[in-house]
């Protein structure tokens, strides 16, 4: 009976369990509406719910109403409108607008939107173009950049950067107008070029620029705009030359002078070349390592250039270049001192032609003192230029000659040493006067500028005697056929003559070549370099080689 009772009981309570659960059921679907097939699953997880719309969120605006409104006030400068719009904007973002323009002195005359693209639910971009006029330049600078947009708070925001204002312009970065003067006296080539750089006559373009008096019009200015970001490489944006002034040309001929500071690129140590025309005096290169203008104003003891002054004394009389002289290996002057060849060499007797080609001191000395009066020797230094006050345009010197007071200084004097004093212009010029028979003064300039600047004339030309014009060409064609300059590296058709001279302060003895070929003269010098052939002949070679 009990265990009856019981199943009974359980029969109920089930009956109650299900109808609860039908009437449930039942309830939820008249309630929802459903249709047959809801049903509910216990246990089962729940699916998160869908994101809502920018609609359903209510987002204000659209991408491309705040772009054009951004674009519309910063067309107006309104930064503070612009600011409104910009999702955290810097505490600086108005002055960083009116900086960037005011540093380069450019103010903004166009802004064009472009289409808007969606790159996301929530973001936005847009390319547009922009001008600005910057004061001193004609054109437009023009640029293009990108808008990024987001929504930020329900609405549409700029994510702002500075390379919205600017391309490239990083976050700590800057614009610099750096202003270019440019001095409205310059100085020209002859052929009308610029000098190029490391042409090693700065000092004379620097000391000519204190002498002629600059234009009326003042200084022309030019500029750059550079950018400059953090960690990079500073990059010129925008460009403007100044108008460049018509300038002043000189004699200087742009690749010779090329030449010849090449020429000189490998010495190791202070060297100069000058290069003049026979024909007309002017300096067609002066590349300059002695330090400030020494090649025009240096004085050194020219050595056996100088015999070439000394020959001209003795062509004027009784030798000529085929004259039998001695060349021995020492020579004693008359109760005066001794005077030694090169490495003491003996050529016995040779002709004229020959001792100036060996650079015979002895021959020399001998001559001198026998047929050359110190007066003499004076008078035909002065022929080529010695002691005249010349009118280049920047100044400079040919050389001086102290009378000699005895034979032992005559004889010194008669190869260059003693009180014998020139710079490489001075024998740049003689070598310039035997190839067109006369010495002319040189000049940087045209002559009457040169003497309008100087405030002084010009020396005037000094013809050589024909005898001493055809002898010296002679004597110097040999030097490099069966001299000390023979075998060298010259080209063909080149007249010189080699110099080794002692150092006044018992330094090291200079090296000097001069010479010509064609209507082309020049003077190698070479300070403490030693000998003329070892050191002077070759920077002649590499000058002549590249004409």
């Known amino acids: 009976m009990r265990r009856r009772a019981l199943l009974a009981l359980v029969g109920v309570v089930v009956a ?18 459903a249709g047959p097939h809801t049903e509910l699953v216990i246990g089962a997880p729940s699916s998160p719910p869908p994101s809502p719309t920018p609609e359903e969120r209510r987002v204000e605006g659209t991408p491309e109403e705040t772009a054009a409104t951004y674009l519309d006030d910063w067309r107006t400068g309104d930064y503070e409108s612009m600011r409104e719009l910009v999702d955290e904007p810097p505490a600086d973002f108005a002055d960083r607008h009116r900086l960037l323009d005011d540093a380069v002195s450019a103010r903004l005359v166009r802004l064009t939107p472009g289409e808007v693209t969606m790159t996301g639910q929530d973001t936005a971009e847009m390319r547009f173009s922009g001008s600005r006029k910057v004061a001193g330049y004609d054109g437009a600078w023009d640029f293009t950049s990108t808008l990024r947009l987001a929504v930020r708070d329900l609405s549409w925001k700029v994510l702002w950067s500075p390379a919205v204002m600017l391309p490239d312009l990083a976050e700590g970065g800057e614009l610099v107008r750096i202003d270019k003067p440019v001095s409205a006296t310059r100085f020209l080539t002859k052929e009308g070029h610029a000098f190029p750089h490391d042409n090693y006559a700065e000092p004379y373009l620097s000391e000519l620029g204190t002498r002629i008096p600059p234009s009326p019009s003042g200084v022309e200015v030019g500029w750059t ?11 010129v944006l925008l460009e403007k030359d100044a108008p460049a002034p018509k300038g002043t040309r000189t004699t200087i001929e742009a690749f010779t002078q090329g030449a010849a500071a090449r020429a000189l690129d490998p010495v190791d140590r202070p060297a100069a070349l000058v290069a003049v025309r026979p024909s007309t005096g002017e300096v067609v290169a002066v590349a300059d390592r002695l330090g400030g203008r020494g090649a025009f104003t240096g004085k050194y003891a ?78 035909q230094a002065a022929a080529f230029g010695f002691g005249a006050r010349l009118a280049t345009g920047v100044g400079g010197t040919c050389g001086s000659l102290t009378r000699p007071e005895n034979p032992d200084a005559l004889a010194e004097a008669s190869f260059g040493q003693g009180t014998v004093e020139a710079s490489p212009l001075c024998m740049a010029t003689v070598a310039a006067a035997v190839q067109s028979g006369a010495w002319r003064p040189p000049r940087l300039l045209p002559a009457d500028a040169a003497e309008r600047v100087e405030g002084h004339p010009q020396p005037a030309s000094v013809p050589l005697s024909d005898a001493a014009a055809a002898g010296l060409r002679a004597l110097m064609g040999a030097v490099t056929t069966e001299g000390t300059a023979a075998g060298s590296e010259l080209p063909g058709g080149v007249s010189g003559k080699t110099g080794t001279a002692e150092d006044w302060q018992r330094g090291p003895d200079h090296a000097w070549f001069i010479g010509y070929q064609g209507d082309l003269a020049f003077a190698v010098f070479v300070e403490h370099g030693g000998t003329g052939r070892n050191a002077a002949v070759p920077v002649a070679a590499r000058f002549l080689r590249a004409l």
């Open 302 to 379: 020219p050595g056996s250039t100088f015999k070439t002054v000394t020959a001209a004394a003795l062509l004027n009389g009784e030798l000529t270049a085929d004259s039998q002289v001695p060349c021995p290996a020492t020579y004693t002057i008359p109760n005066g001192r001794t005077i030694e060849n090169y490495q003491g060499k003996d050529h016995g007797t040779v002709t004229f032609r020959q001792a100036y080609a060996l650079s015979c001191n002895t021959t020399f000395a001998q001559l001198a003192v026998q047929k050359v009066s110190a007066d003499r020797l004076v008078e």
């Open 225 to 235: 705009v550079e950018i400059r970001n953090p960690g990079q490489p500073s990059r």
């Open 16 to 33: 109650i369990i299900v109808t609860s659960v039908t009437g449930l059921v039942l309830r939820a679907r008249d309630e929802a509406g």
